[in-house]
């Protein structure tokens, strides 16, 4: 028998929901591979929904909210994409990002639902399964992801971004999107390798060039990494194998 | 005469059912009438509305839902108004309920019926464009869904009674008539669009290409026929060039009508973006002889779509269109601004029709005793646009004057705000409440979960197994009963389900089905009844999302199906009571300025004796009103005005506080306090109010241009109506030329102030009745006399006042010349015409202070926008609404707009507010946000993500700085929690725990 992948929608009660309704009294056929959780609005798609799904081995998650403007909540859906954006930022570090998606569909497009589900069932088929299911490694990977998205930083900036951006930071200023993204895609990138880091240690305490070679990074930026999670108490100095020093996971940070 | 705590409202669209639910809200019983058999009227056809692009299906379903499900509105469909008797305070209704030939009390709107019919007829919610069959719904989505056989079309064969699983066919089912007493009314027919007739010289009816707008809307409409794609009804083609033709059937004497029809403008526009934005091969081109975007943002739309998606205007009428008989493509022959004479090719064009008086409008002027204007609509006080001639009627929308959907939704407002004024010592007279038992005390208590399992007839059951399904559910842990029944939404199942809840003490319940969006309340009201909280109950939609979209895989459906029921299983474990918390009311408003608008609001609420707080900054009432002597239509504003202080200041409800300042705001819904200082003396006085109304209106512009304030001899429009008002300096002059759009639709403020057309027409058109020989011009960009204004601009065309357009981005020169002016005018066709004269007037336009309201909104905690005007919850839908619940806006501070519109707006906030006002205690929705103090870090995230302004730090005494949550102002759409990075935040009835154990249950 042929591979059925599994896959979980999050759908706004006011727009997509109703579209998915649509295509029903529509009679509009597409693959039975998805299951439906409806929310009231697609800004209530916390990323940790994503994160358990994928990690019970789900194989696609798709979001769906109101088209922009259209929200029943006003903003919801500009906040879904906010976070959307992010997880499919996080995503690309371990190749799973096409295998989530964020769509905008309307309480009168049924067949745009019919037809986006199809597809990406289809895209989900072609994928395969999803690799967390063995692999243990990747697993870990994506443990840091969570927590790196969990952390401080990355809330802060994904809930400040459409205020300093689109009206203004506390200067009375906007932000411009493409300094904004930088600063970003630098605190995403950061973030996932000092989780993979305080992760790593937390198994057992290593040097600096172990982990640039778990991480597969260069060894300078490893100990700019350590430096800071130092700074923050995550992790301390221990032993020094001959001019190795040996870092170790603490409880405090 | 004992007065009826009742209303009767005559037509279902979003008017009539928008002035229903703000009844029903509160407390009167009402009758909906509607004449089709569904409600939603024209905006449950089109597309997307401007000027946001909203989905229109989006935002007026849940309405529609929220109408048909309503306790206190009974909604009639299919029927006719056969008597009316009586008077204001007390009218004999006598209706006739057409039939259906379908049960509506049985029929569940499962389709089966339409599916089998062998006759395949005309559908007239798409507009001729696709096929239905004679037992049908006018849509899918429709309110009340159930279906109704066309006795037209029907051949009687009988397939529709044999498969029809509820036996809701009934071919004898008669005619009806039902009587009942009302003590007021509301016509709300809506209109007729315009339609061609035949050999009308656009060549509609003989051309397959010529459409017209409402059939084109159809066109793009996702759910049309054509599923959004722009395709030539000749030969589906994508038309590359596509003509949208104004004012077909408007401004013309000879094949249409005389007025304009205020809406086609826009529409026109926004159909023109939306097929460039489904399709980008189509370039529309908009031909139309001025570009009346006069309402709030319209101008910013029009240039959008010029910069945006290409849309060409040209200002032209078309004179012919002829057909190439082999392409089909169209050719249009027009004049251009210069004089030139054009052929063009399109390949379809679309004709933007008129809005014409509803059919039966005179009929209905007939029955309900009331008069119809020159042009068939409804005649209405010019001081308060939804009273007709009779006491007690009121009239809203489209059979007032052609007008948008705002406005529409506004004036239902304000008639059911009328209605208030007129009935409200009866509110709550006539509407039962339901006495319901105590609820089951269940906390602590292990689930007993009972599934009830729908075949619907053979939407599920043909699918889907539903037997095995049953046997499936049964074995899922904490389920102690599962059930299958043929429909479980019908009223003997609803027994069946509380029968069971008490035999298997059942303490959740969940059904599969269809979808929640429209069953989930009914549910919730029987387990309800069975005296179980109403949020222990969860869905399974195995119908619209399982069994129709997989009808040729049965297996996997079933598996499907087994899947949604373990999933709500899974929540139905999580979910607990929730309680919808009761907040009591201040039965008092306060009202922000003392211009009319605030006033007639005041005076609204005082004359229901709710105790009124109206404030005004300055030393006596009358506001931008002071400055206006009459109306465009011959009304005496001074009359009215002083008419209104003297009714203000004798009401003995009503305290009137002028130089006054509001200190302070504080609270919510039901619960303000606020603190003013008012007099010489600064008294201080705190007042509690439930409701606030922001009425503080705005500022005429003093120009900067024209040499205004440099040279006597120009001068504000305001000053030239008190002059020919009151004074006879007119009199020697001999030329006067007036300016329009000063101060407006310029960088600083793109917007049109929507007034100064009318006061340029009524002032020139005054001027020459008294002085016949002054010659008067008046340079415009677009002369906006929009709706039943039209006639004053023919009649001052007929006069001999001249207009003349000037280019917008040259605008004309002035040079003091002695005692005279000399004007300099470029044409928008480059030619510059020089014209000497004894007097300028400048159409000042409409401004808002920005610092003045940024304090107020800051209080109030209430948006303003780009143009420093109040922002309103929602354009189209909630025109007087606050996001924030409890605080209404109207007039100028809400929008540049005539008195009239004024009037309405201030009648509408006081309807919106009286549905607060009218109850003791409000109940706040039981799925709102709650947050975990110990969890909470007070980084203050959730106050900038909440749309609602429902959230605030506070300090507290154990865990400092931390968020709370005002339960009444949360609407429970979760952006807070999404957010939270401490987890701090959860949402009742879709908490994270209920969420995640369905995502663990989807394996």
Redesign the interface.
Known sequence: MSYEPTILGFLCNWCSYAGADLAGVSRLQYPPNIRVIRVMCSGRVDPKFVFEALKIGIDGIIVMGCHPGDCHYLEGNYEAEKKFNMLKKFLTFINLDNRIRLEWVSASEGMRFAEIVSEFTNSIKELGPSPLKEDKDLLDKLEAIEMAADSYRIRALVGRERTIIESENVYGEKVPQDKFDNIFNTAIYDEYMRCRILLSLKKNSKSVKVLASELEIDPSEVLEHILILKGSNSITMGEIEGITPIYEYTMEG | MEKIGAVLIVGAGIGGSQAALDLGDAGYKVYLIESTTSIGGVMAQL?KTFP????????V??KLVETGRHQNIDLHINCKIEEVSGEAGNFTIKILKKSLHINMDKCTGC?VCGQKCPVEAIDMFNEGLAKVKATSVKY??AVPLVYAINKDYCIGCGVCEGVCKAEAVEYDLEDQEVEFNVGAIILAPGFEEFVPAEGNKYGYGKYKNVVTSIEFERIL???GPY??KILRPSDGDVPEQVAFLQCIGSRDLREGQPYCSSVCCMYTCKEAVIAKEHMDQVNPTIFSMDVRAYGKDFDKYIIHAQEEYGVQYIRSRISSITEDSKTKDLILKYETEDGKIISEVFNMVVLAVGLNPPNDAEYLAEKFGIELNEYKFALTDVFNPVQTTRPGIFACGAFQSPKDIPETVTQASAAAGCVNQLLYEKTGTLITEKTLPPEIYVAGQPPRIGVFICHCGINIGGYVDVPDVKKYASNLPNVVLADRNLYTCSADTQTIIKNKIEEFHLNRVIVAS????THESLFQETIREAGLNRYLFQMA?I????S??????PK??T??AK??VR?AVNKARNIIPLERIKLSVTPKALVIGGGITGMVAALNFASQEYETCLVEKEMELGGHAKHIYTTLEGGSVQDYLSDLIQKVNSNENLHVYTQAEIENIDGFIGNFKTTLIHGDRKERVEFDHGVVVVATGANEYQPKEYLYGKNPLVIKQSDFEKLINTTDDIKNKKSIVMIQCVGSRDEERPYCSKMCCAEAIKNAILTKEKYPGVEITILFRDIRTYGFKEKYYRQAREAGIIFLRYDEKNPPNVIANDSQLKVEVNTPTKEVININTDLLVLSAGIYADREENEVLAMMLKVPINDDNFFLE?HVKLRPVDF?TEGIFVAGLAHCPKPIEDSISQANAAVSRACTILSKDEIEAEG?TAVVNMARCSG?G?CV??C??NAIELIEDRRFGLIASINQALC?????C?????C?AID?LG?T?EQ??A???G??
């Open positions: 597309d946001t692009n909203d989905c229109a299906m989006c935002i379903s849940p389709g899918p989505q409409s996702a759910s599923t959004g269809c979808t929640p969006r939609n119908r619209d999302q399982c129709w979209v997989h009808m040729h895989q996997e459906a598996q499907k899947d949604l999933m919850a996001a799925k980084c995230m900038e993500n749309a609602y609407k429970g759409c979760g952006a929690s999404g957010n939270c990075r987890a949402v879709f994270g969420i995640y369905m995502i663990k989807r394996l």
